[in-house]
């Protein structure tokens, strides 16, 4: 990997990197004050609205996002024009098919998860899904070309104005109540989507106006694994949180999403690297074949532990420190939040898994996996939940983020050569180079002065 300056890695990599701490510092800060103000059956309703919310985003991101990205990145800019208005299309399909499952699903929820609440929630959500058509499709079309500072601004403005709004309410002392939540998303969806637009108008703004169906029938045909696979991550990541708001109750959930969200900071490195990975590695498998898509994956997965270990290591043996800092009413949640940060050491595994896949063009084999991933946390939660309590949803999903691993690797070796162990080489080398870099640096300052 080449990270001089003004390399497309090194300037892509600090924009999806500005992006994706951003985007944590504003969830988690949010979480922070929820956490705190809320009751915890309250915020358990919110989470499992959060939740469901995850999916339909996740479901556009699956089918629409990869299938752009790799042909954008991999064809003629004449074509651009004919695959951005394929694109859009399926956009606007799928985000019908969504609010009609939204419609139906409302009452199911409400009565498995015993929430009057979320049902006038989900209907607010169909007017933020809707605003979110441009917003999505903007920064896929972003990505694409390559560049990743436009997709930093809009989500900065979507996700800052909520944490504005949370902010001013626990600051001043204002009541948090759901429903006002729920309808401040669609304003952030809105303006996130204005700022998509000017964004991408100037450079990118490329759309045919007549529909080429041999373009939604390539785009679909790809997406549509990328798309089942996406969801049945979401079923890997959320199905511990569905099955302990009916199991137990809205308060376990709140209880098990604090050991969830504290986590879920150490993969800011593993989003940000894969945002950037999977457009670099379509094109090196085109020009330079399976070899180069190996190295990568490895190298990848190598900076990533590398830069997450130091606080998966910090947070499992000081697990009541941080607790006490960020959520002193779920001291509780001190042994799940150590089960928890292990899924930390396979998550990178896996999410580059999906990306190297995908990018060799094998999306199927991705989407196979992900959904023997997603029975098996069904199964897995389901046991460890009925035999534990609340913790058992951690013991479920990391058995299963553990059998994942192990499959993940026998495919990874058979069809590109990959050796997990060379991850570790890269993250220890990682580490010599930035001791290397840092004491370069001091030297350098101590002989000045």
Same mark, same amino acid.
């Given at each position: 990997?080449?990270?001089?300056?003004?390399?497309?890695?090194?300037?892509?990599?600090?924009?999806?990197?500005?992006?994706?701490?951003?985007?944590?510092?504003?969830?988690?800060?949010?979480?922070?004050?929820? &956490?705190?103000?809320?009751?915890?059956?309250?915020?358990?309703?919110?989470?499992?609205?959060?939740?469901?919310?995850?999916?339909?985003?996740?479901?556009?991101?699956?089918?629409?996002?990869?299938?752009?990205?790799?042909?954008?990145?991999?064809?003629?800019? *004449?074509?651009?024009?004919?695959?951005?208005?394929?694109?859009?299309?399926?956009?606007?399909?799928?985000?019908?098919?969504?609010?009609?499952?939204?419609?139906?699903?409302?009452?199911?929820?409400?009565?498995?998860? %015993?929430?009057?609440?979320?049902?006038?929630?989900? +209907?607010?959500?169909?007017?933020?899904?809707?605003?979110?058509?441009?917003?999505?499709?903007?920064?896929?079309?972003?990505?694409?070309?390559?560049?990743?500072?436009?997709?930093?601004?809009?989500?900065?403005?979507?996700?800052?104005?909520?944490?504005?709004?949370?902010?001013?309410?626990?600051?001043? =002392?204002?009541?948090?109540?759901?429903?006002?939540?729920?309808?401040?998303?669609?304003?952030?969806?809105?303006?996130?989507?204005?700022?998509?637009?000017?964004?991408?108008?100037?450079?990118?703004?490329?759309?045919?106006?007549?529909? %080429?169906?041999?373009?939604?029938?390539?785009?679909?045909?790809?997406?549509?694994?990328?798309?089942?696979?996406?969801?049945?991550?979401?079923?890997?990541?959320?199905? %511990?949180?569905?099955?302990?708001?009916?199991?137990?109750?809205?308060?376990?959930?709140?209880?098990?999403?604090?050991?969830?969200?504290? *986590?879920?900071?150490?993969?800011?490195?593993?989003?940000?690297?894969?945002?950037?990975?999977?457009?670099? *590695?379509? &094109?090196?498998?085109?020009?330079?074949?399976?070899?180069?898509?190996?190295?990568?994956?490895?190298?990848?997965?190598?900076?990533?532990?590398?830069?997450?270990?130091? =606080?998966?290591?910090?947070?499992?043996?000081?697990?009541?420190?941080?607790?006490?800092?960020?959520?002193?009413? +779920?001291?509780?949640?001190?042994?799940?939040?150590?089960?928890?940060?292990? +899924?930390?050491?396979?998550?990178?595994?896996?999410?580059?898994?999906?990306?190297?896949?995908?990018?060799?063009?094998?999306?199927?084999?991705?989407?196979?996996?992900?959904?023997?991933?997603?029975?098996?946390?069904?199964?897995?939660?389901?046991?460890?939940?009925?035999?534990?309590?609340?913790?058992? &949803?951690?013991?479920?999903?990391?058995?299963?983020?553990?059998?994942?691993?192990?499959?993940?690797?026998?495919?990874?070796?058979?069809?590109?050569?990959?050796?997990?162990?060379?991850?570790?080489?890269?993250?220890?080398?990682?580490?010599?180079?930035?001791?290397?870099?840092?004491?370069?640096?001091?030297? &350098?300052?101590?002989?000045?002065?």
């Amino acid at each position: 990997m080449n990270f001089k300056k003004g390399s497309y890695w090194l300037r892509s990599g600090l924009y999806s990197m500005f992006e994706k701490f951003s985007l944590q510092v504003f969830r988690f800060g949010g979480f922070y004050m929820l &956490a705190r103000e809320l009751p915890q059956a309250q915020y358990g309703v919110w989470v499992l609205f959060l939740a469901v919310n995850a999916f339909v985003e996740v479901a556009r991101i699956g089918l629409i996002q990869n299938a752009l990205m790799k042909y954008l990145s991999a064809s003629d800019k *004449s074509e651009h024009g004919r695959i951005n208005t394929a694109s859009l299309v399926l956009n606007v399909l799928l985000t019908c098919c969504s609010i009609l499952i939204l419609i139906v699903l409302s009452q199911i929820y409400q009565l498995w998860w %015993d929430t009057p609440l979320l049902e006038p929630m989900l +209907y607010l959500y169909i007017l933020t899904t809707l605003c979110l058509i441009p917003f999505f499709q903007f920064n896929f079309i972003q990505q694409g070309n390559m560049d990743f500072r436009g997709t930093f601004w809009s989500n900065f403005a979507r996700e800052g104005l909520f944490f504005l709004y949370v902010s001013v309410c626990f600051f001043t =002392a204002l009541e948090m109540d759901l429903l006002q939540m729920a309808q401040f998303q669609v304003v952030a969806a809105l303006v996130g989507s204005v700022v998509a637009y000017f964004t991408t108008k100037k450079a990118f703004f490329l759309f045919s106006k007549k529909l %080429d169906v041999a373009w939604v029938k390539k785009l679909f045909n790809f997406g549509k694994y990328v798309f089942g696979t996406s969801m049945s991550s979401m079923l890997i990541k959320n199905i %511990d949180q569905f099955m302990l708001g009916s199991l137990i109750s809205t308060t376990g959930v709140a209880v098990y999403n604090v050991g969830i969200k504290i *986590s879920n900071l150490v993969e800011v490195p593993t989003q940000a690297i894969a945002a950037i990975v999977f457009p670099q *590695s379509a &094109a090196k498998m085109q020009s330079e074949g399976k070899g180069a898509v190996k190295y990568l994956y490895e190298r990848s997965v190598g900076i990533i532990l590398a830069l997450i270990m130091p =606080a998966i290591l910090f947070v499992i043996l000081c697990p009541e420190l941080v607790l006490r800092i960020i959520a002193p009413k +779920y001291l509780d949640a001190v042994p799940i939040l150590q089960v928890t940060m292990l +899924y930390g050491l396979f998550i990178p595994f896996a999410r580059q898994f999906g990306t190297m896949l995908d990018s060799i063009g094998k999306p199927k084999v991705n989407f196979y996996f992900v959904i023997l991933g997603a029975l098996l946390n069904i199964i897995f939660n389901y046991g460890f939940i009925k035999a534990f309590g609340t913790i058992g &949803a951690a013991y479920g999903t990391l058995s299963t983020y553990i059998v994942i691993f192990i499959l993940n690797q026998i495919v990874l070796y058979k069809e590109l050569g990959v050796q997990p162990f060379n991850a570790v080489i890269h993250a220890r080398r990682f580490y010599i180079e930035s001791a290397g870099m840092a004491f370069g640096f001091f030297k &350098a300052k101590l002989s000045r002065s």
